[in-house]
């Protein structure tokens, strides 16, 4: 059950993207609204996330020294932390059949995918193309991003 704060940000995304879809004089399906609802609300989460995940990189990887792999794999768990509790909170219309112990399962099998496709383009695009870590994690959060929605609309919901 949903505090009535929680209830007011959804409100608040679906009160902002209908509007957005009159000024822009789109007539969509209510289906088709309310993906575009869930879609700004993961977008919301995921800068929020995304912030997370830099700023944890950063500091592993210029404070504490660690290589670029084992900083950027840091720093993603502890993202992926908030991740979970703001995405079954405000993004997933998460099916109450299955249980939240399953769904954590999920959602961390789904995301080790996402460390493990994350580290891999961090990698490569670091080592073996010279490129500067923050820019290769730009990246790679960008793939991740895409893998992470479609991933998690499809077993939570």
Known sequence: MRSKKEDQIRNFSTSFVKGALKILHWNVTE????LLVQIFNFGIVGVV???IDFIF?????EL??????IANTLSFIIS???NYWASLTFVFDVNPEKSKKKNFVIF???SAIGLLLNDFIVWVVTDKFGIYYLISKVIATIVVMVFNFVTRKKFLE
Do not use: D, P, Q, S
């Open 80 to 82: 992926v932390l908030y």
């Open 57 to 61: 990189l950063y500091f592993f990887k």
């Open 31 to 34: 289906k088709t609204e309310h």
């Open 49 to 51: 996330a995304t912030l």
């Open 108 to 110: 961390m099998i789904c």
């Open 64 to 69: 504490c020294h660690f290589h670029v792999v």
